[in-house]
């Protein structure tokens, strides 16, 4: 007798949910769940790394979407999407790059791929340049910091709202990236190394080293373009939501479900586009 799968929606909300049970052991007393579109790709490539360490976990967990398969495969399999022209959504595996992150003429069409797509999404060419000059310095960090480059995954899409981003490594994570210099031996939970993390000048070369100074500016520039943005290092998820944040008062740092590693996802909007208009759901 077939057994009708429980529904849950693949936004942040229901991956939270499945990450949470999985930890707790409960989500093998579940029917077989299938995770419905939701419009956002961060939250899929969370739970795709949550089952890349635990497959046998999440072995009854299923998702919709065209861009998970494509996620899995990349994941799985090192395979590239996106490189075809209009691509509306993409993944890149970190791993084609080799341990310095030079780049490569696959990584070249890859990017430039993502640029026409933010393009298309709505935003100016010196806006979306922008907006890849930070998910290029993101990109960069998972080689500088996560000891695990080739876990990394980066990826784009045209969302209902505008334009997606997200980078993913299952490396050391920010509070093991930090605590590996004396300045950081304090740091009481990934919570408080997110906090640090994202304030100029902080980075695990120590605050006299000169590095870091750019991470401050460039989610600063990143939510100036009505973004929501989402930072997630092992058992703490840091939210900033709206125009123009700053690190004093307008965020918010919750405690959740372990995930190792760093994953930040981040949704541009262009200006004038009402967050409820209904649109497509491409990823």
Request: charged letters at 20%.
């Amino acid at each position: 007798m077939m057994v009708e799968p429980q529904n849950i929606v693949g936004d942040y909300a229901g991956t939270d949910e499945l990450l949470a049970l999985a930890q707790s052991g409960s989500l093998g007393g579940f029917r077989p769940i299938r995770v419905l579109r939701s419009g956002r790709i961060g939250p899929l490539v969370e739970l795709a790394s949550a089952r890349r360490l635990h497959p046998a976990v999440y072995a009854r967990v299923t998702a919709e979407a065209p861009f998970a398969k494509a996620l899995e495969r990349a994941i799985g399999d090192g395979a590239i999407c996106g490189l075809q022209r209009s691509a509306r959504f993409g993944v890149f595996p970190l791993v084609h790059l080799g341990p310095d992150g030079d780049p490569s003429d696959q990584w070249t069409l890859w990017f430039s791929r993502a640029d026409q797509a933010a393009r298309s999404a709505g935003f100016t060419n010196l806006t979306a340049a922008m907006i890849m000059g930070a998910f290029g310095e993101l990109q960069d960090n998972v080689f500088r910091h996560s000891q695990a480059y080739s876990s990394g995954v980066v990826a784009f899409a045209i969302t209902r709202d505008g334009f997606e981003l997200v980078v993913s490594d299952r490396g050391v994570g920010v509070l093991g990236s930090l605590r590996t210099h004396p300045d950081y031996a304090d740091l009481r939970d990934a919570g408080d190394a997110l906090r640090h993390a994202l304030a100029n000048g902080e980075s695990r070369f120590g605050r006299d080293s000169g590095c870091g100074v750019g991470i401050g500016q460039i989610f600063r520039a990143l939510a100036n373009q009505d973004g929501d943005l989402r930072f997630r290092s092992d058992d703490h998820v840091l939210d900033i939501r709206g125009d123009s944040p700053t690190l004093q008062g307008q965020l918010e740092v919750r405690h959740k479900a372990t995930l190792p590693g760093f994953t930040v996802s981040v949704l541009c909007r262009p200006f004038g586009r009402c967050p409820d208009q209904p649109q497509r759901r491409w990823p």
